[in-house]
């Protein structure tokens, strides 16, 4: 089937994909787990192929998380560029996939750093959307204090996306953590103020804030669940959407 003909069964032409840096770690405790890396890029391949343009921001913590760095006695300015840092080792992990994959990528970063990186620049950022390589953003905003979660919030307005989704351990966003509460509720759907005054934790308060403003949807969807991504951008599976 053609990219023309696939990209029907979508409502979506461009969406940004937020990830954490927790979801390529698979069972381990700590750092890349390349089979997890190649799952998900399979995923993020799957949507391509529908003709969907896709930006990709990841986390940092399964290598590197600067609020515990700080807490352990880390200023905080150093340790959260130490974390922003640490999503570029994740993008470059998941570009080395996806190129595998037959799929042009670009890491563009918010840090400089020439040799292994194209520096953000909105309108060449763009042009590679519409030439349907997939930008995955790295180092968070350029900015201590902010975490990935605002900086996905922020290059999906800047590229003009039409949701974010946001792919986790479960299938939408809850009342309380399913882990621990067996009455927990799944919401169908949330305001982003509801977010902001039960602390659902969907992501940080600046994020859901900037999103808001912005009118940006942002759609919480399950991960773990293979050929989960391609389903909530066809209308199928569980998630939560928090909208406006």
Same mark, same amino acid.
């Given at each position: 089937m053609?990219?023309?003909?696939?990209?029907?069964?979508?409502a979506f032409?461009?969406?940004? &994909?937020?990830? *954490? #840096?927790?979801?390529?770690?698979?069972?381990?405790?700590?750092?890349?787990?390349?089979?997890?890396?190649?799952?998900?890029?399979?995923?993020?391949?799957?949507?391509?192929?529908?003709?969907?343009?896709?930006?990709?921001?990841?986390?940092? @913590?399964?290598?590197?998380? #600067?609020?515990?760095?700080?807490?352990? @006695?880390?200023?905080?300015?150093?340790?959260?560029?130490?974390?922003?840092?640490?999503?570029?080792?994740?993008?470059?992990?998941?570009? *080395?996939?996806?190129?595998? &994959?037959?799929?042009?990528?670009?890491?563009?970063?918010?840090?400089?750093?020439?040799?292994?990186?194209?520096?953000?620049?909105?309108?060449?950022?763009?042009?590679?959307?519409?030439?349907?390589?997939?930008?995955?953003?790295?180092?968070?905003? @350029?900015?201590?204090?902010?975490?990935?979660?605002?900086?996905?919030?922020?290059?999906?307005?800047?590229?003009?996306?039409?949701?974010?989704?946001?792919?986790?351990?479960?299938?939408?966003?809850?009342?309380?953590?399913?882990?621990?509460?067996?009455?927990a509720?799944?919401?169908?759907?949330?305001?982003?103020?509801?977010?902001?005054?039960?602390?659902?934790?969907?992501?940080?308060?600046?994020?859901?804030? &900037?999103?808001?403003?912005?009118?940006?949807?942002?759609?919480?969807? *399950?991960?773990?669940?293979?050929?989960?991504f391609? #389903?909530i951008?066809? #209308?199928?599976?569980?998630?939560?959407?928090?909208?406006?």
């Open positions: 053609g990219a023309m003909d696939a990209s029907r069964q979508t032409r461009r969406v940004l &994909l937020k990830i *954490s #840096g927790e979801a390529l770690m698979g069972d381990q405790g700590f750092g890349l787990h390349p089979p997890t890396v190649e799952r998900i890029a399979r995923e993020v391949a799957s949507v391509h192929e529908m003709g969907v343009e896709i930006c990709m921001v990841i986390g940092g @913590g399964n290598i590197f998380r #600067g609020l515990q760095g700080s807490a352990q @006695g880390m200023e905080r300015t150093t340790a959260d560029y130490m974390g922003m840092l640490a999503t570029v080792m994740n993008a470059l992990a998941m570009q *080395s996939s996806l190129e595998t &994959l037959g799929i042009h990528t670009r890491v563009i970063s918010a840090i400089t750093m020439n040799e292994v990186a194209e520096p953000y620049i909105r309108r060449r950022a763009v042009r590679h959307l519409e030439k349907k390589r997939i930008c995955i953003f790295a180092a968070g905003t @350029g900015n201590p204090y902010f975490t990935t979660d605002t900086a996905a919030t922020l290059r999906a307005s800047e590229m003009a996306c039409e949701a974010i989704f946001k792919g986790t351990k479960v299938d939408g966003v809850y009342d309380k953590d399913p882990a621990k509460h067996d009455d509720k799944r919401y169908d759907s949330v305001t982003y103020d509801e977010v902001l005054q039960k602390h659902l934790g969907v992501m940080d308060a600046s994020a859901i804030a &900037l999103a808001r403003d912005n009118n940006l949807p942002i759609i919480v969807f *399950s991960l773990d669940e293979p050929g989960g391609r #389903g951008l066809a #209308g199928e599976g569980t998630s939560t959407t928090v909208h406006g």
